[in-house]
């Protein structure tokens, strides 16, 4: 199944500032996915991410805050805008393909 | 509505013991089930899924599970646990009909297994 690296890993930003994440796939894939993901706890869905048109997010969560891209096939980016220190969280993208999910490795965000 | 139930927040194994953990769901339709793990600092790695087919799915690392549908569960098993499968354990569903493509996990079970 596909392979998706996801970058930055880790990063410590100071509140009031805005951080894109990006996942990048090794093949196309049907969906992408927005996950949320406090350490040790289950994950949140926060957005589908559809290519060439504005992402569908889940109750909770606006495109104002987290806004989504997914130019094509194989990349989408999420940016957490505005960040406080309640958004300090794992932030993990999924792929959907014939075999199933993929995930990527996750992005440990800290706002400080 | 789809949901997932993981009834134990840990699970505790000696080394060689079979282990289990348990899951039941529900949806609407006929669902789809996964199994990930998550080792600290990772992300989410497939064990196994159930589609359709037998009812015991074998998956990566020795684990298999099986579905049961009248008891609307999936729990996952291990014949011998080893100290390197203690890690974090989602099961995860998706109902097959309704279109929908989201997977709903569940809360997760840590696995400790000790030696």
């Known amino acids: 199944s596909a392979v998706i690296s996801q970058k930055p890993s880790r990063d410590i930003c100071q509140r009031g500032t805005s951080l894109t994440i990006q996942c990048q796939v090794d093949?196309?894939?049907?969906?992408m996915f927005w996950y949320r993901q406090q350490p040790g706890q289950s994950l949140t869905l926060i957005a589908t991410a559809n290519q060439g048109s504005e992402a569908t997010y889940e109750s909770g969560f606006v495109i104002d805050k987290f806004p989504i891209s997914r130019p094509n096939l194989t990349f989408s980016t999420l940016t957490v805008s505005n960040m406080s220190p309640e958004d300090s969280s794992i932030y993990l993208c999924?792929?959907?393909?014939?075999?199933?999910?993929?995930f990527g490795s996750g992005t440990r965000l800290t706002v400080v | 509505a789809q949901s997932v139930a993981q009834p134990e927040d840990q699970v505790n194994v000696a080394e060689g013991n079979p282990l289990t953990v348990k899951c039941t769901y529900s949806?609407?339709?006929?669902?789809?089930l996964f199994w990930y793990v998550q080792y600290p600092n990772r992300g989410l790695q497939f064990l196994l899924k159930y589609i359709t087919g037998d009812n015991l799915v074998k998956g990566s690392y020795g684990f298999e599970a099986e579905f049961n549908k009248s008891q609307t569960s999936f729990h996952l098993k291990k014949p011998s646990a080893l100290v390197s499968d203690s890690a974090l354990y989602f099961c995860?569903?998706?109902?097959?009909?309704?279109?929908?493509?989201?997977?709903?996990f569940g809360t997760g079970t840590q696995l400790k297994v000790e030696l």
């Open positions: 995860a569903v998706r109902d097959s009909t309704g279109g929908g493509n989201k997977l709903t």
């Open positions: 093949s196309q894939v049907t969906m």
């Open positions: 999924s792929g959907r393909d014939s075999q199933g999910y993929t």
């Open positions: 949806v609407s339709g006929n669902p789809y």
